[in-house]
């Protein structure tokens, strides 16, 4: 599979238009925005071409393949329980695992922060147990008075 790149001149381009939230000569990242409008038109009716158009982009620079992979993607977000957001920014668990020397005050945090998740881990647990308990209590107290009639 070959991949189109963007020229310096494309880029730049691409930087101008309002939808675009990042560019690089590999990928582009659009905006929330962007995502919600190109939605709104494609349900119109639209073709993908049309509407990315409409917003300011040149169809020739995009290319074809780029164009059903935004129609694509869109589509798909637009059913996550999350929408449009970038789900990127709020993964504290993306990319590599950093090799980096922590500092004793970075490490106190970090085992600070573990130590609150477990207890918040440790109460759901109770709490469930809890709620087995009475589940099964109101169960077979249910049964004992069907039993005595």
């Given at each position: 599979?070959?991949?189109?790149?963007?020229?310096?001149?494309?880029?730049?381009q691409l930087r101008?238009?309002?939808?675009?939230?990042?560019?690089?000569?590999?990928?582009?990242?659009?905006?929330?925005?962007?995502?919600?409008?190109?939605?709104?038109?494609?349900n119109t009716g639209?073709?993908?071409?049309?509407?990315?158009?409409?917003?300011?982009?040149?169809?020739?620079?995009?290319?074809?393949?780029?164009?059903?992979?935004?129609?694509?993607?869109?589509?798909?977000?637009?059913?996550?329980?999350?929408?449009?957001?970038?789900?990127?920014?709020?993964?504290?668990?993306?990319?590599?695992?950093?090799?980096?020397?922590?500092?004793?005050?970075?490490?106190?945090?970090?085992?600070?922060?573990?130590?609150?998740?477990?207890?918040?881990?440790?109460?759901?647990?109770?709490?469930?147990?809890?709620?087995?308990?009475?589940?099964?209590?109101?169960?077979?107290?249910?049964?004992?008075?069907?039993?005595?009639?």
């Open positions: 599979m070959v991949k189109k790149y963007f020229t310096p001149e494309q880029v730049e101008q238009n309002k939808y675009v939230k990042n560019v690089s000569e590999k990928a582009i990242t659009y905006t929330e925005e962007f995502r919600e409008v190109f939605l709104l038109e494609y639209k073709l993908p071409s049309q509407i990315l158009t409409e917003m300011g982009f040149d169809c020739k620079v995009l290319g074809r393949k780029r164009i059903q992979a935004i129609s694509e993607r869109v589509r798909k977000q637009s059913i996550r329980p999350e929408g449009f957001k970038d789900t990127r920014v709020d993964n504290p668990n993306m990319g590599r695992p950093s090799t980096r020397e922590l500092s004793q005050e970075e490490i106190i945090a970090k085992q600070k922060a573990e130590i609150e998740l477990l207890k918040a881990k440790v109460e759901f647990l109770l709490d469930l147990k809890r709620l087995e308990r009475e589940a099964m209590w109101a169960a077979s107290k249910s049964k004992k008075k069907k039993s005595s009639k």
